[in-house]
């Protein structure tokens, strides 16, 4: 079992940036992925960003170059810096664990506003 608790969201204007962190609790050893996921009203949840075991980041197109992800070596930390935030950034965002079994876990979210 994980437990994810995400923290950091809020309300910014367009070009601002913020912070998202999540406290992972459990079995971080067999994690295998961390990243974050977002879901926007009316739409799909989507891949932003992840990093694997050895360090390898994915970033979803329309935020490579504005957010970057990390983690602690212990994996007991994942965050996310958002900058360069635009309206369509938008959305309720999900800290989200892979474990080596292929289970995923997620956190309850937080939600990012930006708005003039």
């Known amino acids: 079992q994980v437990q994810l608790v995400e923290s950091g969201g809020g309300s910014v204007r367009p070009g601002g940036s913020l912070r998202l962190s999540c406290g992972v609790s459990?079995?971080?050893?067999?994690?295998?992925?961390m990243g974050w996921y977002r879901q926007a009203p009316g739409k799909q949840r989507e891949m932003v960003a992840t990093i694997d075991s050895n360090m390898n980041r994915d970033y979803r197109p329309s935020v490579k170059g504005r957010f970057a992800v990390s983690r602690d070596n212990r994996k007991t930390v994942v965050a996310l810096q958002m900058t360069g935030l635009k309206t369509d950034d938008t959305a309720v965002y999900y800290c989200?664990?892979?474990?080596?079994?292929?289970?995923?876990?997620w956190g309850r979210g937080t939600q990012v506003t930006v708005s003039s």
């Open positions: 459990g079995n971080s050893g067999m994690i295998s992925r």
């Open positions: 989200t664990v892979r474990l080596t079994t292929g289970v995923d876990y």
